[in-house]
């Protein structure tokens, strides 16, 4: 069983609209959790975290974390070309470094 | 803001050379990581240091070696190039406590000939 999964797309929304990326993980003891958006040839770039159950908000982007249910999510309002991209997921188990881990990826395309 | 930069964003090499890539970071994090990130395997772990001249073998840590002799400059070294490491190699650091995000450097996309 993989630690952290994501549907890997791809996720195809119009433009205006809001796109839900969605991610589970295994271990139910993980502490820190973390969107990262990657646009193809560069390298991800840390979005959202969240460390507690509920939802956080940040201009048009909305991490929400469910514990229980081991998942997490990204919602996307007012959805642009410019969010085309590869959206990851992590997850830090222990706040180590080395149980830091990451999901591979869904492919979002905004149409205009 | 963190800045971690990395010493070539496009690297080619032959077969059996031994190839040094190089991360600074500027935010005094005590974590550095190295990792490579392959399509449809996304991002693996290759070494990860949590201090100077510390250091912890990831998940794929065969035919790598590191270096960590000063905080701030984690070094990735693959003793003799083999054409399966031709990839995206991509450096990060973070801080042990409070908010534990990974920064990611640009990336060096290296190839092995």
């Known amino acids: 069983q993989k630690e952290v999964e994501q549907n890997s797309g791809p996720l195809s929304v119009p433009e205006g609209a809001i796109a839900s990326l969605n991610c589970t993980y295994s271990d139910r003891v993980s502490q820190s959790f973390f969107w990262y958006r990657q646009y193809s040839g560069k390298s991800p770039e840390l979005i959202m975290s969240i460390y507690s159950n509920g939802d956080k908000e940040d201009g048009r982007f909305t991490a929400q974390l469910n514990k229980a249910s081991q998942y997490v999510s990204l919602l996307i309002r007012d959805s642009q070309p410019s969010d085309s991209a590869t959206y990851l997921c992590a997850v830090n188990r222990d706040r180590s470094g080395n149980q830091f881990y990451f999901g591979t990826g869904t492919s979002l395309t905004v149409i205009p | 803001d963190v800045k971690v930069t990395q010493s070539s964003r496009y690297l080619v090499k032959r077969t059996g050379e031994k190839v040094f890539l190089e991360c600074v970071q500027d935010?005094?994090?005590?974590?550095m990581f190295w990792y490579r990130q392959d399509p449809g395997l996304g991002l693996r772990l290759i070494y990860f240091?949590?201090?100077?001249?510390?250091?912890e073998k990831g998940d794929i840590p065969e035919g790598y070696s590191v270096s960590r002799e000063k905080k701030e400059r984690f070094s990735l070294i693959l003793e003799s190039a083999s054409t399966n490491q031709t990839s995206m190699y991509l450096c990060a650091s973070s801080v042990p406590v409070g908010p534990d995000e990974q920064y990611f450097g640009p990336g060096t996309r290296l190839t092995v000939t």
């Open positions: 935010m005094d994090h005590e974590n």
């Open positions: 240091s949590y201090d100077v001249k510390m250091k």
